[in-house]
């Protein structure tokens, strides 16, 4: 019998709403950016995004429920993020999933952000278990070996900044914009990648974690050295900058991710979370892949960066998981938590 979720993603700076069925169609992804007033800052500013969601919110869901062409009684249940990310900002989204599911007496099904974001890639393929998953994004490095549906071992994850995060300090300290990963992926594709020797922090390391930090640092230093006191002008030593930054992060992410693989025997990797759009990424990874016989799955981009889809189908997989009618979630003592882990 076909079941439809409503999926809402409230978590960082994207507002988002979308209509799953159990056949992992989207009927509809809405994603409201908030790029426009974070830029002004560099960076995310959690007052201003929670503020920007109340005020997104309902026009998001209204027209995430327009274009899948139902009505609100017609969904099955709502999911909602309910961590990790910031709490201002996931509590308009728990707030607003928990008033429809009350008042319209519907199952509310709270849902982790990482597993939405390895979820993602069941709404354009089926893939059977096992898989070693990278979730790689502004807030997370994380690597994890999904055994099965429900046993989910952590491998690996940043010991101090995300890849992401990395990459938008670095466009930062570079005098470009906000994020840093789209505008410096850009710049890369006119650059050399080998032209700068940017450290590959924990490369030789047989851990599976991860370090960003001295990388961004190394970033600082190479621009007080080369371009001290001034803004570094669009040109060759940019490009060759913005190619040599890239690269040493996809070397890190590409083999740490890849050991994992081969060390565990899995001969499946999943790539997801806002960075995986990196197009140099997708590129490497799909190469090594084939000469190592790994299979390599991302998901398009739009299912990448943050958006509702994951957070619907992540529920369905939760609804089959429990194998019961439908797990609902206790309306009122589910909440928020910023430093929910896998
Ligand atoms: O998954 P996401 O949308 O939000 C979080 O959960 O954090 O990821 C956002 C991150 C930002 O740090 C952004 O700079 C990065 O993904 N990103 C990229 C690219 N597109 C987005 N990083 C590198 N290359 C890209 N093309
Ligand atoms: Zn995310």
Same mark, same amino acid.
């Given at each position: 019998?076909?079941?439809?979720?409503?999926?809402?993603?409230? +978590?960082?700076?994207e507002t988002?709403a979308?209509v799953?069925?159990?056949?992992?169609?989207?009927?509809?992804?809405?994603?409201?950016?908030?790029?426009?007033?974070?830029?002004?800052?560099?960076?995310?500013?959690p007052? @201003?995004?929670?503020?920007?969601?109340l005020?997104?919110?309902?026009?998001?869901?209204?027209?995430a429920?327009?274009?899948?062409?139902v009505?609100?009684?017609?969904i099955?249940?709502?999911a909602?993020?309910?961590?990790?990310?910031?709490v201002?900002?996931?509590?308009?989204? @728990?707030?607003?999933?928990? +008033?429809?599911?009350?008042?319209l007496?519907?199952?509310?099904?709270?849902?982790n952000?990482?597993?939405?974001?390895?979820?993602?890639?069941?709404?354009?393929?089926?893939?059977?278990?096992?898989?070693?998953?990278?979730?790689?994004?502004g807030?997370?490095?994380? @690597?994890?070996?999904?055994?099965?549906?429900g046993r989910?071992?952590?491998?690996?994850?940043?010991?101090?900044?995300?890849?992401?995060?990395?990459?938008?300090?670095?466009?930062?300290?570079?005098?470009?914009g906000?994020?840093?990963?789209p505008?410096?992926?850009?710049?890369a594709?006119?650059?050399d990648?080998?032209?700068?020797?940017?450290?590959?922090?924990?490369?030789?390391n047989?851990?599976?974690d991860?370090?960003f930090s001295?990388?961004?640092?190394?970033?600082?230093?190479?621009k007080?050295?080369?371009?001290?006191?001034?803004?570094?002008?669009?040109?060759?030593?940019?490009?060759?900058?913005?190619?040599?930054?890239?690269?040493?992060?996809?070397?890190?992410l590409?083999?740490?991710?890849?050991?994992a693989?081969?060390?565990?025997?899995?001969?499946?990797?999943v790539?997801?979370?806002?960075?995986?759009?990196?197009?140099?990424?997708?590129?490497?990874?799909?190469?090594?892949?084939?000469?190592?016989?790994i299979?390599?799955?991302?998901?398009?981009?739009?299912?990448?960066?943050?958006n509702?889809?994951?957070?619907?189908?992540?529920?369905h997989?939760?609804?089959?998981?429990?194998?019961?009618?439908?797990?609902?979630?206790?309306?009122?003592?589910?909440?928020?938590?910023?430093?929910?882990?896998?």
């Amino acid at each position: 019998m076909k079941s439809l979720i409503l999926g809402i993603e409230t +978590s960082c700076d994207e507002t988002a709403a979308s209509v799953v069925d159990n056949e992992k169609q989207v009927l509809s992804n809405i994603v409201s950016s908030q790029v426009d007033i974070h830029s002004e800052y560099g960076g995310i500013v959690p007052e @201003l995004a929670s503020r920007r969601h109340l005020e997104n919110i309902r026009p998001v869901i209204d027209s995430a429920i327009t274009e899948a062409g139902v009505t609100l009684n017609e969904i099955d249940a709502i999911a909602v993020t309910i961590g990790p990310g910031l709490v201002g900002a996931l509590l308009v989204g @728990l707030s607003t999933a928990k +008033s429809i599911c009350y008042a319209l007496d519907k199952p509310l099904i709270g849902i982790n952000h990482l597993e939405g974001h390895i979820f993602a890639i069941f709404l354009e393929e089926e893939l059977p278990f096992p898989f070693v998953a990278l979730v790689v994004s502004g807030g997370h490095t994380d @690597l994890y070996l999904m055994h099965e549906l429900g046993r989910i071992e952590t491998l690996g994850r940043t010991r101090d900044d995300a890849a992401g995060e990395c990459f938008d300090k670095a466009a930062r300290m570079m005098g470009l914009g906000y994020p840093g990963g789209p505008i410096i992926n850009k710049l890369a594709h006119q650059g050399d990648p080998k032209k700068i020797p940017f450290p590959r922090p924990m490369f030789s390391n047989h851990s599976f974690d991860f370090s960003f930090s001295g990388l961004k640092t190394s970033i600082k230093t190479w621009k007080a050295s080369n371009f001290p006191a001034e803004q570094i002008s669009e040109g060759q030593d940019l490009y060759d900058a913005a190619a040599s930054f890239q690269e040493a992060v996809v070397d890190v992410l590409v083999s740490k991710t890849f050991l994992a693989a081969e060390g565990n025997n899995i001969k499946r990797i999943v790539v997801s979370g806002g960075v995986a759009c990196n197009t140099r990424l997708r590129e490497r990874f799909r190469r090594e892949g084939t000469e190592k016989g790994i299979e390599v799955h991302i998901p398009r981009s739009i299912f990448c960066t943050d958006n509702a889809a994951m957070i619907a189908v992540a529920a369905h997989f939760k609804k089959a998981r429990n194998n019961i009618d439908w797990k609902i979630e206790d309306l009122f003592s589910l909440d928020v938590s910023a430093n929910l882990k896998l």
